[in-house]
């Protein structure tokens, strides 16, 4: 299971990043005055978000002081991190473990909320009465509690509609974190997702997915900030990628991706085959881990939400089996996700 936990340092937030899609905890620092800044995990892709990428302008926070009184909350910034690949939590994600802590579905990655507690139109901090206080989190993308067992058991530090913090007397100030005035720019602002689309598989594949060959072209004058760049979109070790730009000569150029894994991507995202057997021992991926994106500099302010298909699009792709066939039953899909 994965849920929720306040840090009132960010200090305490980096040592977190290990911990990715698996973290299973209590509270660690839960204690906070109005005006301070914390930070919250909202749990990972695949589980409780119920998108691709989490954008910061559809989730709200709100908190419910001792009072009674619910304040909306400033969402400074929300990303993403992963586990450190050596971690128990990715070792046993191809193998087996007695430890309901890091009994998940492996590489989602988690999503990290920094929450200031000042008035998000204002940034003044907040009247909050001193005492027991909870956070809600609320999206339309975002599930607040996960049964991952199955059981229909409420863990009671797994909803995002209720995490706990205990109020303080006295005013702080939101964490500057690291941030040189006038020199640099905040440093967590560099963490969130910047615009991408996304390549996914449609159709039902009939065996294992070798991977697949794809062909885009871009405008280049689109682009000035940089090329359009290709990422993986888990941190599977066993994903090949590779990417190679080619200009046309007439203000575009071509694209060219692959992505494979000689063992092969699964018939679906679960890491067992029918008869029980964890094929990611063999080297194997999640179907999910099939996906890749194509992102690029958020300072770039010609392609957006509407017209990002006049400066990139799809010419060719297919996915082929581990023997290198055509899969017909199956196709990309490009979507906008960010």
Known sequence: MKTQHTISSITIGILLLSLGGCASMQPLSNLA?????????????????????????????T?????????????RNLFRVYS??????????????????????????????????VDPVSAQPLPLAAGQANFAVSSPKLQTWVDYPGY??????????????????????????NYLTPVSYSPLNGLEPEP????TATGIPSNLIGGGMFVFKYVIADFVSGNPR????????????????????????????????????NLNNSKL???????????????????????WDSSNNAVSDTNWQNSISLVSGRYV?????????LAPVVTKIR
């Open 33 to 61: 005055r109005s005006g301070d800044t914390v930070t919250i995990s909202l749990g990972g892709t695949d589980s409780n978000a119920l998108t691709p990428i989490l954008k910061k302008e559809e989730v709200s926070v």
């Open 63 to 75: 908190i419910t002081d001792a009072a009674g009184r619910a304040y909306p909350v400033k969402l």
């Open 84 to 117: 450190d690949p050596t971690s128990h939590y990715d070792y046993v994600a191809t193998g087996s473990d007695n430890q309901i802590e890091t009994y998940v579905s492996p590489h989602q990655g988690q999503w990290m909320a920094v929450l200031d507690l």
């Open 152 to 177: 229909g058991w409420k863990w009671t530090n797994g909803d995002l509609s209720a995490i706990p913090i205990e109020i303080i007397t006295g005013n702080g100030a939101p964490n500057p974190l």
């Open 196 to 199: 991408q689309v996304e390549i």
């Open 230 to 265: 290709v990422t993986t979109t888990t941190p599977d070790p066993n994903v090949q990628l590779a990417s190679h730009n080619l200009p046309q000569g007439d203000g575009t150029a071509l694209l060219k991706v692959m992505i494979s894994n000689p063992h092969g991507f």
């Open 273 to 295: 085959d029918a008869n029980g057997v964890n094929t990611l021992r063999a080297g194997q991926s999640l179907l999910r881990s099939l996906r890749f994106s194509i992102a």
């Open 321 to 329: 089996d581990l023997n290198g066939n055509t899969m017909s039953e």
